[in-house]
């Protein structure tokens, strides 16, 4: 497993500071310059990804 979580999308990256989950810092991508947040991997990192990931499957289905 990655160390590090790159986000790259906003709704996410709120969703997750809604959560308490805390980025390590904030960039632009090199190529694109998208800006994305950096997360450390952890457990918690990895409920709320999977939360969020059934909270917008329900929202695509209803």
């Known amino acids: 497993m990655n160390k590090y979580y790159y986000c790259y999308s906003p709704f996410l990256h709120e969703f997750l500071k809604a959560e308490g989950i805390r980025y390590i810092t904030t960039s632009r991508n090199i190529k694109n310059k998208n800006v994305f947040w950096l997360y450390q991997q952890s457990n918690e990192l990895s409920k709320a990804l999977n ?12």
Not at 51 to 62: C, Q, T, V
């Open 51 to 62: 939360e969020y990931s059934k909270m917008r499957k329900g929202f695509a289905e209803g």
